[in-house]
């Protein structure tokens, strides 16, 4: 069974810019979360999309934005970099309903500058 | 406002010793706790969970434990193996109208030496 699939995996961009992100998840996972990893702040929950709709979302300014399609592959989008966007950018699966674990991609490392 | 804390950025223990992670939570609505290993320039990797209704789970080497009363969960490894050897985060979890929100730690570095 494959797991999650994230691509690309590195990116560059400079300050100004936006940038698309593109998560697969795990066959028959409808959930898909996605975080962002930097050394100060750790794991930063971004949001969560589930049959299409975002149902939960973080801290994060509206520059930050995603979506899902009907086939349960994400994308996020960041518009107008900042330098203090670069991080590795993780989108987790998961299957639906209650608490369960969620099963991590290998990452987006962007950089901004 | 830092609801998950790991207050160990580091810790090292000998190959075959015990190692023993520890992590706090200050949010009472949690109920659902997961450890992820990380390796650098990959993604966290599932370790083992607990649900709030238990306070020990064990699958092999790998046993967490859950204090509610202390807000307070540990995960130990034994024994240990240099493979072992990564960056472990705790993570809680806060079903929020019916959707899952996983508020992590920083982390915890292990090494564990031959």
């Known amino acids: 069974k494959a797991g999650v699939t994230q691509t690309p995996r590195y990116l560059i961009k400079t300050r100004g810019q936006q940038v698309t992100l593109s998560c697969s998840p795990i066959s028959g996972h409808r959930s898909v979360s996605w975080y962002q990893q930097t050394p100060g702040q750790g794991l930063q929950f971004l949001f969560e999309y589930f049959s299409e709709t975002q149902r939960n979302k973080g801290n994060f300014p509206g520059r930050f934005s995603g979506r899902q399609f009907s086939n349960s592959r994400s994308e996020m989008n960041v518009s107008t970099l900042e330098l203090g966007d670069s991080a590795l950018y993780l989108c987790a699966s998961r299957t639906d309903g209650g608490n369960t674990e969620a099963f991590f991609g290998q990452g987006t490392r962007l950089t901004v500058v | 406002d830092q609801q998950v804390k790991q207050n160990s950025p580091s810790l090292s223990v000998q190959e075959g010793r015990i190692s023993i992670l520890n992590c706090d939570y200050t949010?009472?609505?949690?109920?659902?706790f997961l450890w992820y290993k990380k390796y650098p320039a990959e993604g966290p990797t599932f370790l083992i969970s607990i649900s709030s209704i238990k306070d020990k789970n064990e699958d092999g080497r790998f046993t967490v434990f859950l204090n509610k009363s202390a807000k307070h969960l540990s995960l130990h490894i034994v024994p240990s193996q240099p493979g072992d050897s990564a960056v472990y985060f705790c993570a809680a979890s806060v079903m929020n109208t019916g959707f899952q929100k996983l508020v992590f730690g920083t982390g915890t570095r292990l090494l564990v030496s031959p």
């Open positions: 949010n009472s609505m949690f109920d659902y």
